[in-house]
């Protein structure tokens, strides 16, 4: 059974710092690996899509890392601004299509 | 890029009622849909998988005869919420499967109350 398990539960820091969030998955026959950005009470908003054979995937100021073999992924967003609060949500495809999210990693940007 | 939509994004009902929610894919075809269920502060949790012209499946613990599935065409999947109660109040997300490349993409969300 794949569980995906994200630290921290949430998270506050100074805008303009760098941070990581992180997220680990428990079986390593994945099809991908997906970050997603939720606002309160709004759907999912895609953020980094990473196949399974990919290490890295990156756009703008967001870099997410996938090492499968260990299961693990990190994201991590520069020069964090107060727009980049939300709940980012980890979530790791299987196989056999079905999507397996983290319980999410609340961020608070500080102005 | 491939867009889905759900109907309605907000609806409020009485307890007992049935609500059913509508998930489509506008600029694709879908033989397969997912239906997830996310109460508050906690995250998405699949419900089912739906199958154009098949039953659907169910995840270990959801109720088949309460959240009846209906995939009827190539583009719509429909979530029925049976004899709804206040504890079924959550918000519902549907992705859906392009049929050529297999890439998954997620609707906007249904926020249901139930009173």
């Known amino acids: 059974k794949q569980e995906v398990t994200q630290i921290p539960a949430a998270l506050s820091v100074p805008e303009g710092e760098n941070l990581v969030l992180n997220c680990s998955f428990t079986d390593s026959a994945i099809y991908n690996l997906q970050w997603f950005r939720q606002d309160p009470g709004k759907g999912l908003t895609s953020l980094l899509l990473?196949?399974?054979?990919?290490r890295e995937q990156t756009s703008g100021r967001l870099n997410a890392s996938l090492d499968k073999s260990s299961g693990r992924s990190t994201l991590y967003i520069a020069a964090s601004q107060p727009g980049d609060s939300a709940t980012y949500l980890c979530?790791?495809?299987?196989?056999?299509?079905?999507?397996?999210f983290g319980k999410g990693t609340r961020l608070h940007i500080l102005p | 890029g491939a867009v889905v939509s759900q109907h309605p994004s907000r609806v409020i009902c009485k307890s007992g009622t049935s609500v059913k929610i509508e998930c489509r894919s506008l600029?694709?075809?879908?033989?397969?849909m997912f239906w997830y269920r996310q109460f508050p502060k906690q995250s998405l949790m699949l419900m089912a998988t739906s199958n154009e012209g098949s039953k659907a499946t169910y995840e270990q613990g959801v109720e088949k005869d309460k959240f009846l599935i209906n995939h009827a065409s190539l583009t719509l999947s429909t979530l029925t919420v049976t004899s709804a109660h206040p504890e079924d109040s959550s918000f519902y997300i549907c992705?859906?499967?392009?049929?050529?490349?297999?890439?998954?993409?997620f609707g906007p969300g249904t926020r249901l109350t139930v009173t």
């Open positions: 992705s859906a499967r392009v049929n050529d490349t297999y890439e998954q993409y």
């Open positions: 600029d694709f075809q879908a033989t397969t």
């Open positions: 979530a790791v495809r299987r196989r056999d299509d079905k999507i397996i």
């Open positions: 990473i196949q399974s054979s990919q």
